[in-house]
DNA sequence: ACCTGAACACCGTTCAAGT
DNA sequence: ACCTGAACACCGTTCAAGT
């Protein structure tokens, strides 16, 4: 049996979590799974927040940036919320795990913050703009991925087919008088199929506000 | 002494969200602070998913709208987002309300959606680009003000501004090797007072982003 | 250094019962 | 219709103690 160790627990919280939720991520759940006892885990982690810091970190640690003063800051800022974005697809307990932390205290967070902050500084935008931006774009790209992804456990195809297909429903039965569009456009609005269409553009969208600012300047 | 109403309940719990944060509303403390058995709550909330839904609908449901065909989308779009995010100032609380609950179940965000997705469509975007672009402003616009926003509890000035002067430290004191721009940058990255700025550049970026897609449309 | 056991103060919720 | 009382199965966390 090998030891409990703070990376095993933080892996094990990520499954629990990525598989039933945030919410099913518990001390004393952990505990069991790990075949230990509650307090153990305290030995590792000072509290509760601090397991939730280490997963926000575990999920954002292998982004690997590398800053680039030969290409565009436009397509390195683009490559770096695409890695957001496919990680937090990939991972569904993500987006929860990342607005539950603050995330001054997830140092892997702070090394994409601070790579994002050089590309807004070299597109020419000032101090304070540059944290604006930053902020807008992290916080942006968390919650358009994660807002189009199912976080509740991994259910099978067809649960999901049904959950999807009951929320038509619902939107179809609602007073048209009051809420004619989202009546009328039930299908699409449900409709989550292309997640590729989704996440460029959702990309596209982000970087075109900022390309649109950064041009005023220029201007 | 005034019995036991729905609203009441709701509006408890909203003082009780904005003062301490969501995590303090309890269905024992909000009963205890309205001189009632926690069990009475139960009466008139199935749950509590569903008292923190009636939080939601609360927040947002003397919003207003009123679709005017005269005057441009870009205005209303703006005028909509703008109330939601002055919204999220006046209530610490409410993006944690709004990010915990199924938006679909909230009557008072599917008349903005609605709204929302009307005046998509009379921007020529397609029924799908509608919907991407509605969930977009609205996340959006929610974690951006939001984000702004120091939800923990009310805290008297001088506690705010010492809380402010300690993050500010702690960038500083970061390896500037790993961390070059967030140590150069530690006091704007801190600053909090132009949240009127913050405000107008973020949903100027929001807006930028989406007419900048509908000119592609156009052209 | 690393883990256990017992205890404390909290949760949400159910169910039967009161008025 | 509206509320209470007792109980159940959970939480996070502390503190002293074991090895």
Redesign the pocket.
Known sequence: MG??TREAVVERALEIGDAEGLQAV????LAQELG?????L???FK???QLVVGMADHLIEDFEITPDGSRPWQEQLRELVGRLVRMLRRHPCAEAVLEEVDKMEVPAFLRVWDTALGLALRARFGARESCLITRYILQGAIALAGGSVEHRRCVPDEERAEHVRLKRVRFQSLPPDTYPNIVRMAVPLTERGDAELYDTFGVDLLLAGIESMAARLDG
Chains 1, 2 share one sequence.
């Open positions: 030891k409990l518990t001390i004393r759940r230990v006892t509650p307090m153990a305290y030995w590792h509290n509760k927040e």
